[in-house]
């Protein structure tokens, strides 16, 4: 069974601090994917990353980094010098080969000016 | 990227009917999904949409109550059958798109009365 915890349920920061958002997951397969969405309060599905399990490196795409270790089973997303246009719902998602995404309980980011 | 459009975008239907929710894709995909999110929930998938062939359910999920039609490659619908409030949820279609990423549709919030 696969399954993605993200323990923290509501973060709020003030405008130009940094943001990490916590995902662990569980699974006996070997090979993976690893997903992170941002759902805004329009409601829509971004999609921001994939990471397949044979890939840790980490990766950097302008104000966003995540940091995927196998070791601990983590796949986390830090957000830098926050604005409120992040202020969203993030979710943390999994799945194997057949594209059934299971998702984490989703992480709610308030952004304050 | 895949362009994926839902109708209708919201609807507020009475208990005991039945919606049909439209999914369109701009190019060609293989694999099509429904999921639900339930208000203030994270997203759980109902089924994957096969071409050709009857749907594939989750656990707790059943054709009779949510009917899924895949005529071709871009297109699946789904029926919300014999609806009940605890119907009232975003149902979003998912693709998988080129280099195996995900994308989802802008969502049909719906409302049972």
């Known amino acids: 069974a696969q399954k993605v915890t993200q323990a923290q349920t509501e973060i709020s920061v003030v405008e130009k601090e940094d943001v990490t958002l916590d995902c662990v997951y569980e699974?006996?397969?070997?090979?993976?994917?690893l997903f992170w969405y941002k759902q805004p309060p329009s409601g829509e599905l971004v999609f921001l990353i994939r990471?397949?399990?044979?890939?840790?490196q980490n990766e950097i795409s302008g104000r966003y980094s995540w940091n995927f270790q196998k070791s601990t089973s983590s796949f986390n997303f830090t957000i830098t010098a926050s604005q409120v246009v992040d202020s969203a719902v993030y979710f943390c998602?999994?799945?194997?080969?057949?594209?059934?995404?299971?998702f984490g309980a989703g992480t709610t980011v308030t952004v304050r000016a | 990227s895949a362009v994926i459009s839902q109708k209708p975008s919201r609807d507020i239907c009475q208990r005991g009917t039945s919606l049909t929710i439209q999914c369109q894709v701009d190019?060609?995909?293989?694999?099509m999904f429904w999921y639900r999110q339930q208000p203030g929930q994270s997203l759980t998938l109902i089924a994957t949409?096969?071409?050709?062939?009857?749907?594939?359910?989750e656990s707790g999920f059943v054709i009779d109550k949510f009917p899924i039609s895949r005529p071709n490659l871009t297109f699946s619908t789904l029926t919300v059958s014999n609806m009940s409030p605890e119907d009232s949820s975003i149902y979003l279609c998912?693709?998988?798109?080129?280099?195996?990423?995900?994308?989802f549709g802008p969502g049909t919030r719906l409302t049972v009365l």
């Open positions: 998912s693709v998988e798109s080129t280099f195996n990423e995900q994308f």
């Open positions: 699974t006996r397969d070997t090979t993976y994917y």
């Open positions: 990471r397949n399990s044979f890939d840790e």
């Open positions: 998602a999994l799945t194997r080969n057949d594209y059934k995404l299971s």
């Open positions: 190019s060609q995909v293989t694999m």
């Open positions: 949409a096969n071409q050709g062939s009857e749907a594939t359910y």
